[in-house]
Nanobody, 127 residues
Framework: QVQLVESGGGLVQAGGSLRLLCAAS????????MAWFRQAPGKEREFVAA????????NYADSVQDRCTISRDNAKNMVYLQMNSLNPEDTDDYYC????????????????????WGQGTQVTVSS
């Protein structure tokens, strides 16, 4: 069982930056691929970024490829999402997710494959 708690969201002006944090509790955290998804009201949850168990491989959505960096600290059971050059289209609730994995290859980007989810943190970007 893994519990995830996100933080770091807030209100920021267009062009600004935010760093989202996800604290994981539970055993064997380093056996989980981690990811960030986002969702606007009335829309489907969409993939943002994912990171492998060791942190050696990452995947990004095209919409954030050059603006976001996902990282993790397995010693602290933390995963981070650094977001730069934010624009109003980035306004969403952001969710941390964990997927148990025996692979060290490229992390999955498929929403349906993740086992655990946090409650989300809200990001609002003003124009």
């Amino acid at each position: 069982q893994v519990q995830l708690v996100e933080s770091g969201g807030g209100l920021v002006q267009a062009g600004g930056s935010l760093r989202l944090l996800c604290a994981a509790s539970g055993r064997l955290y380093m056996n989980y691929e981690m990811a960030w998804f986002r969702q606007a009201p009335g829309k489907e949850r969409e993939f943002v970024a994912a990171i492998s168990r060791s942190g050696g491989a990452t995947n990004y959505a095209d919409s954030v490829q050059d603006r976001c960096t996902i990282s993790r600290d397995n010693a602290k059971n933390m995963v981070y999402l650094q977001m730069n050059s934010l624009n109003p289209e980035d306004t969403d609730d952001y969710y941390c997710a964990a997927k148990f994995s025996l692979s060290i290859a490229n992390p999955t980007t498929s929403l349906g494959q993740f086992d655990y989810w946090g409650q989300g943190t809200q990001v609002t970007v003003s124009s």
